[in-house]
């Protein structure tokens, strides 16, 4: 049962010097939570409002101890303003940036305010996909950008759930927009020729947005063989880097990774080796490429694009080839995935590099598949079906098995029309036949031109005489 009472306090008469005790003029409530805890709460200076607000405190407790009563009722009458301050810090208590809470936060009051809503009470799903449309149509967003604000909104919302601020998580079914459909960027590759000649047109080069020629050459390299973002490439330090290891890596900080948590990328030697002599003259615990402290808005990662296309016009590349397709900073993302691919790397052993999610999103947006590859591709397809002439001329010939070497039935074979892979050439004694186990290695034309992998042993239960072989070099 609450209790009504007036709190006293002590004060020194300034008359007398003597200490008086005094009541307050605005009464108190204590009460018993269903919970067991005693809580005292500020009523009115009058006394019947008070005796009614502990009225209502008990009602609620007890409603509460019933379960008839909404758990987040104090939530959802807090601003939602209140809330996303509250995830911002929640975001850096994580370990994320500074720049990432206030970008997400940022970016989740951006369509509270755009929707007009004020309290949890107010959010509505559809408000937020009509308002993201709105900011598409009139130009003020891409699919992509309206993607991310989407992304951040229903991390706040999820966070909600999670904290015990909101029973339900009311925008976790809402689904991007297919950035497909998008006549944006789209980034190609360059092949190894040319990204040389940009690294060395780099290297040559003044120094752009605080980095040096060697510099810009050693970034590009680096992104291109690590497939590093600008991002994380940004964060690292002499400290990051463990060149002196049987297996050299580079460590980027859950801060700075995109996967939020920390990732440890392996070097190939020959990069770790330029990175041992480049590094050497790089003060400890500082950027290994740093950016403008006074315009961060001006520093390299915010203008790598720029920066790139300034050395791809030194190197004589275009920096938009006339399919449309750029070469951006990220597009070195790009190289080094589809160099991994075009060097035959396992797709699994490829997501893992990359740091993918998905294997579709390995394979899908960052490989990048030339003509010259499918064209490599459908050489290593069996032979074309032979027809007609050539098709009787194969049987006639004992010729027209797989391609691929293997063993074949045992055979007659004339004797003046072998020859092995141990010598250029050999032939057998004029009109002799021997019953062998010949390996084809290919079978295209008549007879003379048939070579076999010649072994010792040949049918089951036999041996190859060699001594009837006689070799035309001796």
């Known amino acids: 049962m609450a209790y009504i009472f007036r709190p006293t306090y002590v004060r020194t008469d300034p008359r ?25 709460v500020a009523g009115y200076t009058d006394k019947e409002a008070t005796r009614q607000l502990a009225a209502r405190l008990e009602k609620k407790a007890a409603r509460q101890q019933e379960g008839m009563i909404d758990p987040f009722e104090e939530h959802l009458k807090r601003p939602l303003a209140e809330h996303v301050e509250d995830f911002r810090s929640y975001l850096k208590a994580k370990g994320n940036t500074s720049d990432y809470a206030k970008k997400t936060s940022s970016r989740v009051q951006a369509i509270l305010n755009g929707c007009q809503f004020v309290r949890l009470t107010d959010v509505s799903p559809s408000a937020v996909v009509e308002w993201l449309a709105e900011e598409r149509q009139a130009g003020r967003m891409s699919i992509r950008t309206s993607n991310y604000y989407l992304r951040d909104v229903k991390a706040f919302s999820r966070w909600m759930v999670k904290d015990r601020r909101a029973g339900d998580n009311l925008l976790g079914h809402l689904s991007p927009a297919n950035v497909d459909v998008e006549d944006g960027l789209e980034r190609r590759t360059l092949d190894p020729a040319d990204f040389a000649t940009v690294v060395a047109a780099a290297k040559r080069g003044q120094t752009l947005y605080r980095l040096t020629g060697v510099d810009r050459a050693t970034l590009y390299t680096v992104a291109a063989f690590t497939g590093l973002r600008a991002g994380e490439l940004r964060s690292l330090t002499p ?5 002196e290891s049987e297996s050299p890596t580079v460590e980027v900080e859950a801060a700075y990774s995109k996967r939020r948590r920390k990732d440890v990328q392996p070097l190939r030697p020959d990069l770790a080796a330029l990175l041992r002599d480049y590094l050497r003259d790089k003060p400890a615990g500082q950027a290994v490429w740093p950016g403008d402290p006074d315009a961060p808005s001006n520093s390299w990662w915010f203008k790598g694009a720029d920066m790139i296309r300034a050395d791809l016009e030194a190197a004589g590349i275009d920096f938009r080839d006339k399919d449309g397709q750029v070469f951006d900073f990220h597009a070195l993302r790009h190289q080094f995935i589809s160099s ?16 993918h999610s998905t294997i579709t999103l390995t394979m899908d947006r960052y490989t990048h598949v030339g003509l010259f590859d499918q064209t490599a591709a459908l050489d290593k397809l069996p032979a074309l079906p032979a027809t007609g002439s050539e098709l009787e001329r194969m ?5 027209d098995g797989a391609h691929s070497p293997q063993h074949s039935p045992v055979r007659e074979i004339p004797c003046n029309s072998v020859r092995t892979a141990d010598t250029e050439r050999t032939e057998m004694t004029t009109g002799c036949h021997r019953r062998k186990t010949p390996k084809f290695q290919a079978s295209e034309g008549s007879c003379d031109r048939m070579r076999t992998f010649e072994t010792e042993e040949g049918p089951r239960g036999g041996t190859v005489d060699t001594r009837d072989l006689k070799s035309l070099g001796a």
């Open 16 to 40: 007398t010097g003597k200490k008086v005790r005094r009541k307050l003029k605005k009464w108190h409530i204590r009460f018993r939570c269903p919970d067991g805890r005693v809580l005292r």
């Open 395 to 399: 049987k006639a010939t004992g010729t």
């Open 340 to 355: 991994l691919a075009a060097a035959g790397v396992h797709p699994k052993i490829a997501q893992t590099l990359a740091r």
């Open 239 to 243: 400290e990051s880097f463990d060149l």
